[in-house]
């Protein structure tokens, strides 16, 4: 199988600490995409995910996947025990729901607010990133304040409970864990208050498939 992504960037980081969590790093091939060149906005790439982002897995027969989510459950079932997105329906539901929050209220946000509000990663990329709107840092100072927001919704959830869809480690926490390292990327603190969080975001930091992704 084959990855194409960029090491040490936010959505890339949750598949590689998936790898690691699952012992699969050795069956991927990684093929690096440069991002700040705007590789992933050129025809080739847009060939294999026409929304222009990375990671994308390729398997051994051809076909691409993308989307982090749907990257995790294949390799999470691939060896029929999987670990981080549930077993009964039950837990396959929460997983899937904490994680789309973690995307929605806090990855997607900061990656918005850092594309659109800062220089992002440089010029190469600022023409695919709406240079003639003059809403745009607004609009990317909203989705800073909802990430901010989002951040406070997920202390609350850890207030009870050791981790973001239960009492298990799952993509949920791989979601959050990025967004944060998204955050970091876009110099946007997590507010001290939130007490709860950075007590999980330093316990996962210990995590080996955290301290040493594929
Ligand atoms: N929903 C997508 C997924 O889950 O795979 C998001 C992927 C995504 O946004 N990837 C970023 C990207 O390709 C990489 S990262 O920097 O966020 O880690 N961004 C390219 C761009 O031009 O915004």
Redesign the pocket.
């Known amino acids: 199988m084959k990855i194409f992504d ?1 090491p040490g ?6 598949i590689r600490i998936v790898l690691a969590e699952k012992s699969l790093a050795s069956r991927i091939e990684f093929i690096k995409i440069d ?1 700040p060149g ?1 590789e ?2 050129q025809p080739a790439f847009l060939a294999i995910n026409p ?5 994308v897995l390729q398997l051994d027969d051809g076909t691409y996947i ?4 749907v ?1 995790t459950d294949y390799l999470d079932n691939l060896d029929g025990n999987p670990t981080l997105t549930g077993t009964t329906l039950k837990e396959k539901a929460i997983i899937h729901m904490m994680q789309k929050r973690a ?1 929605s209220e806090l ?2 946000p900061v ?1 918005i607010y850092f ?1 659109h509000s800062t220089p992002g ?1 440089g010029a190469g ?1 600022q023409p ?2 709406s240079p003639e709107w003059e809403g745009r840092i607004e609009w990317g100072n909203r989705q800073r304040d909802k990430a901010v927001a989002g951040m406070k919704y997920f202390d609350q959830v850890l207030r009870s409970q050791p981790y973001v869809a239960g009492e298990q480690f799952s993509m949920a926490d791989i979601t959050v864990y ?1 967004g944060l390292v ?1 955050a970091g990327f876009a110099s946007l603190a997590i507010p001290q208050a939130c007490t709860a969080l950075l007590a999980w975001q330093a316990k996962v930091q210990e995590r080996p498939s955290v301290k040493n992704p594929a």
């Open positions: 960029i960037f936010p959505n890339p980081l949750r991002l705007a992933h906005k929304t222009g982002t990375v990671p993308s989307e982090c989510t990257i995307e990855a997607d990656g594309h990663l990329l695919y990133k990025a998204f």
